[in-house]
């Protein structure tokens, strides 16, 4: 097996991006790859299926500039170069896609919450990534039940 030279971090930005961060950052020095992170955000339009009759382009421009403060307060941290942070407008899984191909990523990594029943069929956005992803996808499992080593 190749070693991964190009690992791409998808975050939420939610609190749990840590922990997925965590393991992306640990992975990256093991293969002395290059961490490469994006964060999509995802059109009100699509997210509330245009039944809002009013205009939302300032409310969608303050979530990308929020969205573009908390992805780039994530990457310093992390040590993420600013060439490879990706700040997407549209559907996560497509843009997750999109961009891995794009920068010849050779595995990309999300966080998990281990949905079942009613949930998983609703669908979550590490199965989307993961079917139709033409390299590795390493789902980190985050959420209750989470089980993690301390060492
Ligand atoms: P979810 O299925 O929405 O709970 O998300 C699971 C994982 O998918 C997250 O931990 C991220 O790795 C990834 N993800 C979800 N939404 C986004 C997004 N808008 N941009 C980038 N990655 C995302």
């Known amino acids: 097996m190749g070693e991964y030279k190009r690992i791409l971090l998808a975050v939420d930005l939610a609190d749990e991006s840590n922990i997925v961060g965590e393991r992306a950052i640990q992975l990256a020095r093991l293969f002395d790859a290059e961490l490469h992170v994006v964060h999509v955000v995802e059109p009100l339009s699509l997210v509330y299926g245009g039944d809002i009759p009013m205009d939302l382009s300032s409310v969608q421009d303050q979530i990308q500039e929020q969205a573009k403060s908390s992805l780039d307060e994530f990457c310093e941290g992390a040590g993420v170069l600013e060439a490879h942070r990706y700040l997407i407008f549209g559907r996560p899984e497509t843009e997750i896609h999109r961009i891995a191909t794009a920068a010849d990523i050779d595995a990309i990594i999300v966080g998990?919450?281990?949905?079942?029943?009613?949930?998983?069929?609703?669908?979550?956005?590490?199965?989307?990534?993961?079917?139709?992803?033409?390299?590795?996808?390493?789902?980190?499992?985050?959420?209750?039940?989470a089980h993690r080593r301390a060492d």
């Open 112 to 145: 998990s919450h281990g949905r079942h029943g009613l949930a998983l069929l609703l669908g979550s956005t590490a199965n989307g990534v993961l079917h139709g992803a033409s390299c590795d996808v390493l789902a980190v499992r985050v959420g209750p039940g």
